[in-house]
């Protein structure tokens, strides 16, 4: 379960820009070459964990600035995470009441087909810009990122108190 | 809304050059999480070269010492031998390629999206990069600057699924183009006739072809060569010859004057 917050004053704006801060960091963090495919994809990871837990203070709008970040770093075409994440945060939005209510293990379970999304429309956008890697490995890092949402949940959830 | 922006942005990004400016201004956001990122291993680095005992240095200096004159004998071979291919070339009458001059530049961040081959180096428009300047190591070419700001630049790998280089076989002079192939150790050579004469263990250099790229730096070496007698072309696969994942220093080359 993810506590909502729902009074403006309740909302822990250090504790966000600290996990974005994170979550940009170890997004460029230096991985040796097998484990390009096995990096989590935070910034994914803590758009879900925000919109859920604030659908009405961080919202598209956060998720789309916080994608443009991401594609500066990665140096890709501008708006290939933005897109990604913007989508994303819609989709938690809709779906922020049934996430808040699931156990830690089925939001585990969730958040591989939400980031799955995201790095499918991430994925879209690289070959529609001219790339092309044909597997299914962009999947990987989707599986990496619900197997360590418990690790998320739990840490945020603690920053927060 | 936000989706339309975005796919505005996309298109406006790839298929124009309007973004380009922002791009660079936006760019300098990046710094100071590849810094951070980087952090541990600097300050590992750092310890390192701080608790290194004499003896270590010592040796390692010596080393070095041999090393550089073993560098130095073979560098007056080939100082003649430069000149008499500048003579020989004067004979010719065509034109010589100078000596280049480069510029070291180390690494701060490899691309984390696995789809992309591309790194950055901590040299920009400050120390004179500009876009398009070939980067190398001491092993051969590595790739080309795409994007540079004042204190970074970003460099695409000749792996990477975009980019590709004209290149020739060393020993005969058959030219080929060589596309990476999105995986850091292999390059593909498209459309090579099957009549080509080409084996395994070519070496393949730039050709200059393309005005890109100087000449005759090493591209890759020729790994398996395959023919189906179905198809008009042969199936080449080459290895680079730059070690695309290891090194830590990339020396950008400033293409020297042309003299006719």
New interface residues.
């Given amino acids: 379960m993810i506590r909502g917050i729902d009074s403006p004053e309740m909302m822990p704006w250090g504790v966000v820009v600290i996990s974005v801060?994170a979550a940009?960091?170890?997004?460029?963090?230096?991985?040796p070459?097998w484990a390009?495919?096995l990096?989590p994809e935070f910034a994914a990871l803590i758009v879900v964990y925000w919109v859920v837990a604030a659908p009405f203070r961080f919202g598209?709008?956060y998720a789309?600035c916080l994608g443009?970040?991401m594609d500066?770093?990665?140096?890709?075409?501008?708006?290939?995470n933005?897109?990604g994440l913007?989508?994303l945060a819609y989709v938690c939005f809709l779906l922020h009441q049934r996430l808040r209510m699931f156990g830690v293990f089925e939001q585990a379970a969730s958040v591989f087909v939400l980031v799955g999304i995201h790095q499918l429309i991430g994925?879209w956008?690289?070959g529609?810009?001219?790339?092309?890697?044909h597997t299914l490995?962009?999947l990987v890092p989707a599986l990496v990122s619900a197997l360590i949402w418990p690790l998320v949940k739990l840490s945020l959830d603690r920053l927060r108190l | 809304m936000l989706g339309l922006i975005s796919l505005f942005l996309i298109a406006a990004d790839y298929k124009t050059h309007v973004t380009g400016t922002t791009r660079v201004a936006l760019s300098y956001i990046s710094i100071p999480f590849y810094w951070l990122a980087n952090s541990p291993s600097n300050i590992v680095q750092g310890f390192d070269s701080y608790f290194t005992s004499r003896e270590t240095l010592m040796s390692e200096n010596e080393r070095l010492h041999n090393e550089a004159r073993i560098l130095h004998g073979k560098l007056q071979k080939f100082v003649s031998l430069t000149a008499e291919n500048v003579r020989l070339r004067e004979l010719l009458s065509s034109s010589t390629v100078l000596q280049d001059s480069v510029l070291i530049a180390e690494l701060v961040n490899v691309s984390p999206d696995p789809l992309k081959q591309q790194i950055v180096i901590n040299k920009g428009t400050n120390e004179g990069v500009y876009i398009g300047q070939p980067a190398i190591d001491a092993y051969g070419l590595m790739g080309q600057v795409v994007e540079v700001n004042a204190r970074q630049s970003r460099v695409i790998l000749i792996s990477d699924s975009r980019h590709s280089i004209p290149v020739q076989v060393n020993r005969n002079g058959v030219r080929a183009i060589a596309e990476g192939s999105g995986r850091i150790d292999t390059l593909m050579l498209p459309n090579v006739v099957a009549t080509t004469d080409i084996k395994a263990g070519d070496l393949l250099v730039s050709s200059g072809l393309g005005q890109r790229f100087p000449v005759g730096y090493p591209v890759g070496v020729v790994e398996s060569v395959v023919q189906d007698p179905g198809k008009p072309f042969l199936k080449v696969i080459a290895r680079p010859s730059a070690k695309l994942d290891r090194s830590r220093f990339v020396l950008l080359v400033f293409a020297g004057e042309r003299s006719q």
């Fill in positions: 801060v940009l960091t170890f997004s460029v963090w230096p991985l070459d390009q495919w990096r598209m709008v789309w443009l970040t500066l770093l990665e140096g890709v075409v501008l708006s290939q933005a897109l913007t989508v994925y956008v690289h529609l810009t001219g790339g092309s890697y490995a962009f």
